[in-house]
């Protein structure tokens, strides 16, 4: 991955947050609120892009009478990630030639 190849869903802090979140575990609309300190609408619409764009998934159920709505990350997601974090290791943290 190059600089100019980092895909949106890396674009924004929010974004960035949700993905890291969803790494090793799945979580609810709920979770995610607390864990990123989003509004309900930011949250939403962040959601429905990273769905949008194949970066998680979602579930949809309910639970004691109560809609549920449970978020999974993609394979497409961690793969991108994972070279994300290199790219900034590579290239930021530790410079070639210094």
Do not use: W
């Amino acid at each position: 991955m190059k600089f100019n190849e980092i895909p949106d869903a890396f674009g924004t802090k929010l974004r960035l947050h949700i993905i890291a979140s969803l790494l090793h575990t799945e979580h609810d609309f709920k979770s995610l609120k607390e864990i990123t300190g989003a509004t309900d609408g930011n949250l939403s619409a962040q959601l429905t892009k990273l769905v949008e764009s194949e970066y998680i998934t979602m579930e949809k159920k309910f639970v004691a009478n109560k809609p549920q709505t449970t978020y999974y990350i993609t394979k497409k997601a961690t793969a991108d990630y994972k070279d994300f974090v290199t790219l900034l290791l590579e290239q930021i943290v530790k410079p070639k030639g210094k």
